[in-house]
């Protein structure tokens, strides 16, 4: 087993994690988010307009650590570089998502898209990798 696999299987059995992502200053903001994990690398789905999106494209390391839909820690930080996907790449982010999610987790969707209805949303999808 190689040193990615093994970073990322201390998240087995969790949904969310924490996201902690950098502003310029160093200082660290931290998001609960979902995330579906595919071999070495976990994805996840956010609004192109979100602030962490913002921050990642000026600093892409950032860690992260089980939580719960809160943000209640579960455990560990780790330190991971995160990737924006460009469009060509979404395909199998948007796939490796699709193939985990559950009933429940197709109901939350369906509930924040009624939430955002009134605007259009533009999701982006993330690639996050352990920071080498």
Same mark, same amino acid.
């Given at each position: 087993?190689?040193?990615?696999?093994?970073?990322?299987?201390?998240?087995?059995?969790?949904?969310?994690?924490? $996201?902690?992502?950098?502003?310029?200053?160093? +200082?660290?903001?931290?998001?609960?988010?979902?995330?579906?994990? +595919?071999?070495?690398? &976990?994805?996840?789905?956010?609004?192109?307009?979100?602030?962490?999106?913002?921050? $990642?494209?000026?600093?892409?390391?950032?860690?992260? =650590?089980?939580?719960?839909?809160?943000?209640? &820690?579960?455990?560990? +930080?780790?330190? %991971?570089? %995160?990737?924006? &996907?460009?469009?060509?790449?979404?395909?199998? =982010?948007?796939?490796?998502?699709?193939?985990?999610?559950? &009933?429940?987790?197709?109901?939350?969707?369906?509930?924040?898209?009624?939430?955002?209805?009134?605007?259009?949303?533009?999701?982006?999808?993330?690639?996050?990798?352990?920071?080498?």
């Amino acid at each position: 087993m190689n040193q990615q696999s093994h970073l990322f299987d201390y998240l087995a059995g969790h949904r969310t994690i924490s $996201l902690t992502t950098y502003y310029k200053s160093g +200082k660290g903001v931290a998001t609960p988010v979902d995330f579906v994990r +595919k071999n070495d690398r &976990l994805y996840v789905s956010t609004r192109i307009h979100s602030y962490k999106v913002k921050r $990642l494209k000026i600093n892409s390391n950032a860690t992260i =650590a089980p939580c719960t839909m809160r943000g209640k &820690l579960k455990g560990p +930080k780790i330190d %991971v570089t %995160v990737k924006i &996907l460009p469009k060509e790449e979404e395909e199998f =982010a948007i796939e490796t998502m699709k193939e985990a999610l559950t &009933l429940f987790y197709k109901f939350l969707i369906a509930v924040s898209k009624l939430a955002f209805w009134r605007k259009k949303t533009e999701w982006v999808y993330l690639e996050v990798t352990p920071r080498t």
